[in-house]
């Protein structure tokens, strides 16, 4: 007897006791939302403590775990799809993840009454062919205060809470469709290709105006075997912007020669051909590179990449081209290849480029 009275001691007199688990229901009620071309695709629970969400005050002094019925990323997931209308095919795919889901509970300065507050913190990605882009945050929250019998309020406050985000996040994709660049679903290239008029640091590449010796205004390196040397190369900048929703990506090429890089020792009209061919060679690349940028097909998440790649593959072209070209010619000494390489490169100006193909296939 003695033993059972103190267990009865520890029981009476011990902490509040835990009773069954409050299980909360998370369901959308209404009609969904017409979704402006997105799906929610994937739902992360990155909560660190993922089996309750807080404690709740029930009858009987004792207090009651929250936790939802079933998992949680598979539960919001059901809720968004309940929420908004799912179109197949959509081209931006969401993903959620959940950070915070917490209620919080204490009593009221009257006994009879207890105060409550539901936090809720999640973000959008969009998700694409690398890591998914943040989009947005949504940091959601409601207080309430409920007698000691009205559990029921729980659940319609975190359902509400719940319903606000997305009603948040629709809002937000239909504000930024035509102006966020992560949203949007094509890019536009404009390539501007213009001559620009010349001056002593540059020389840019215009078919009407021809190199000349005045040009090459390096002093000459005597310990070279070679007559002339000439520095050509082409450059591509480029900004973007969104315009109704579409990336425009406008990039402008430039080919050009540095004048205070490029000498001659002894200048003859043979010679001069010789470096112009030089010069020519970047054009006929750059060229290409126009060809190919306009035939690309760019995904918005890496359209930035796939341009880049096309420069380095075309800036790689031309210093093999220009190699080969010295090589097959002596720098200008075999006179017959000379010859051949100006029918060739006349070709290619015009938009031939079987010659080059066959040389570089070599």
């Known amino acids: ?64 775990n929250i936790a939802f019925k079933a998992q949680l990323d598979q539960t919001v997931k059901n809720f968004f799809h309940s929420a908004i209308q799912q179109i197949e095919g959509s081209s931006q795919s969401i993903q959620v993840r959940i950070y915070e889901v917490k209620v919080s509970e204490k009593k009221a300065s009257n006994n009879n009454v207890y105060e409550g507050d539901f936090q809720l913190v999640i973000g959008f990605y969009k998700m694409g062919i690398g ?53 949007a679903r094509t890019v536009r290239l404009e390539i501007i290709d213009q001559v620009k008029p010349s001056h002593r640091d540059t020389v840019y590449y215009d078919v009407n105006r021809p190199l000349q010796w005045s040009d090459f205004r390096d ?89 880049n790649d096309a420069f380095f593959d075309a800036y790689r072209e031309m210093n093999r081209l220009q190699e080969i070209y010295d090589k097959q010619t002596r720098h200008g000494m075999d006179i017959q290849a000379q010859e051949e390489w100006n029918g060739l490169l006349d070709e290619a100006l015009k938009g031939n480029w079987a010659g080059i193909d066959r040389v570089l296939s070599q």
């Open 1 to 64: 007897m003695r033993i059972l009275f103190f267990w009865l001691c520890i029981l009476i007199l011990g902490p509040p006791l835990l009773a069954q688990d409050l299980q909360i229901h998370l369901r959308y009620d209404g009609d969904p939302m017409k979704g402006l071309g997105y799906q929610i695709k994937e739902v992360l629970d990155l909560r660190v403590s993922k089996q309750q969400i807080g404690q709740v005050h029930a009858l009987g002094n004792v207090k009651r």
């Open 131 to 183: 890591e998914p882009v943040h989009l947005v945050d949504y940091n959601g929250s409601a207080q309430y205060k409920r007698s000691i019998n009205r559990l029921d309020m729980i659940e319609n406050v975190v359902n509400r809470v719940f319903k606000n985000s997305v009603s948040y996040f629709d809002t937000w994709m239909k504000l930024q469709v035509m102006e966020n660049r992560h949203l």
């Open 219 to 307: 002093k000459p390196q005597r310990s070279s075997r070679f007559n002339a040397s000439i520095f050509t190369s082409f450059s591509m900048q480029g900004k973007s912007m969104i315009e109704a929703g579409e990336i425009v990506q406008r990039i402008e090429i430039d080919v050009y020669m540095l004048p205070e890089q490029s000498w001659v020792k002894n200048p003859s009209d043979y010679a001069l051909n010789h470096e112009q061919r030089h010069f020519d060679v970047v054009r006929v690349v750059a060229n290409r590179l126009i060809t190919k940028l306009k035939n690309l097909d760019l995904d918005p998440d890496w359209y930035e990449a796939t341009i």
